[in-house]
């Protein structure tokens, strides 16, 4: 009796160790608590969700609303629409995330989970730092799920080195940070590009914090 006592504590233990938290909202829909940036002139709260930029008005620079905590190991969903006229300006946004303000500017530096034509959707690219694409997203894989300047469902996860994204529940991509130097953990931000008159609108943010990684 004690014996199987025992075993059924080691598996209670066990399971607390490895269940994952519960997912939890970042954004209440009616407010900015927790997050900072431009609230007076580029991001604005319509309808339940956050909405940088405008479809007439050219945004000037890249503009963030960024998490005001860090976050490490993660798996964030939300739900995304980027509106504007693609063929005629650049129309890009994305999330940031592990990533830091840069001081004295708006700017973002970190990667950034990417969003836009021509073939940005989903890729990897890091901000302000190395400049360049990290990862490619699969396009083809995408464009047959995407649904332009319309609601769509994005997943990020960031675990130990790795980070994946999803479109519509299709892999875009599946990257491993090979330099050990690059900083995993930081704030998580929503872009606005600028360049162009575009319009991005984000909402039912909600992310679930997973264990630490080693290395």
């Known amino acids: 009796m004690r014996y199987r006592l025992f075993l059924t504590l080691l598996s209670c233990i066990a399971a607390i160790g490895t269940a994952r938290a519960a997912s939890t909202t970042i954004f209440d829909g009616k407010s900015f608590a927790g997050w900072d940036g431009d609230t007076n002139t580029i991001w604005h709260i319509t309808e339940g969700c956050f909405?940088?930029?405008s479809?007439?008005?050219?945004v000037k620079q890249n503009e963030f609303l960024a998490t005001t905590r860090n976050y490490t190991n993660f798996i964030i969903k939300l739900q995304f629409k980027?509106?504007?006229e693609s063929k005629k300006n650049f129309v890009n946004s994305g999330v940031q995330i592990r990533?830091?303000?840069r001081a004295g500017d708006s700017e973002m530096v970190g990667y950034q989970c990417d969003l836009g034509d021509p073939t940005w959707w989903g890729s990897v690219y890091d901000e302000s730092r190395r400049n360049k694409l990290m990862a490619?997203?699969?396009?083809?894989?995408?464009?047959?799920?995407l649904k332009r300047s319309e609601w769509n469902d994005y997943q990020i996860q960031a675990e130990g080195r790795r980070i994946r994204t999803w479109i519509n529940g299709v892999l875009a991509v599946d990257y491993t940070e090979?330099?050990?130097k690059i900083i995993q953990w930081g704030r998580i931000g929503l872009q606005i590009h600028g360049g162009g008159p575009a319009e991005v609108w984000f909402k039912d943010i909600n992310i679930e914090e997973l264990p630490a990684t080693k290395g």
């Open 82 to 84: 980027l509106l504007g």
């Open 99 to 101: 990533s830091q303000r």
């Open 178 to 180: 090979a330099d050990e």
């Open 55 to 58: 479809t007439t008005t050219k």
């Open 136 to 145: 490619q997203s699969d396009m083809k894989a995408v464009d047959s799920v």
């Open 51 to 53: 909405v940088g930029g």
